[in-house]
């Protein structure tokens, strides 16, 4: 995503993507539409999510990071992570009401973001 691209249609592009290669996504919470920053949860049935997070790199290229495994706290039950992870959703929102949180439910866990993720 540059600058210049409104985060509504870079979610719009994101969403497409998924659902182009067969897996569900939506919003989960809407943010601002030119300052929102993103965080994207990939869902599967009964697996451990994954949480990828907004960032830039040195250069100012957006990034995203994966820190799923400090929010699940290295759990591997399902149910537990999955927890952990909403409940990180739910502070987030509560600190910036500007964060867009869209949900990819994929069984690959994949994530469709064309976008560097560390």
């Known amino acids: 995503m540059t600058r210049n691209i409104k985060i509504r249609f870079w979610v719009d592009a994101l969403l497409a993507r998924a659902h182009a ?3 569900s996504g939506y919003i989960v919470h ?6 929102g920053s993103i965080i994207i949860k990939v869902t599967g049935f009964r697996q451990i ?7 830039r790199n040195m250069d100012g290229d957006l990034i995203f990071v994966d820190i799923s ?3 699940i706290k290295g759990e ?9 992870t909403d409940e990180y959703i739910e502070k987030r929102i509560k600190q910036d009401r500007d964060v867009w949180i869209v949900e ?10 064309t976008e560097t993720v560390e």
């Open 21 to 23: 290669a067969g897996a």
């Open 30 to 35: 809407k943010g601002d539409e030119d300052a």
């Open 49 to 55: 999510p994954r949480i990828l997070i907004q960032s």
């Open 69 to 71: 495994q400090t929010i």
């Open 76 to 84: 591997n039950e399902y149910h537990i992570a999955e927890k952990h």
């Open 104 to 113: 990819i439910d994929d069984k690959e866990l994949r994530h469709f973001l």
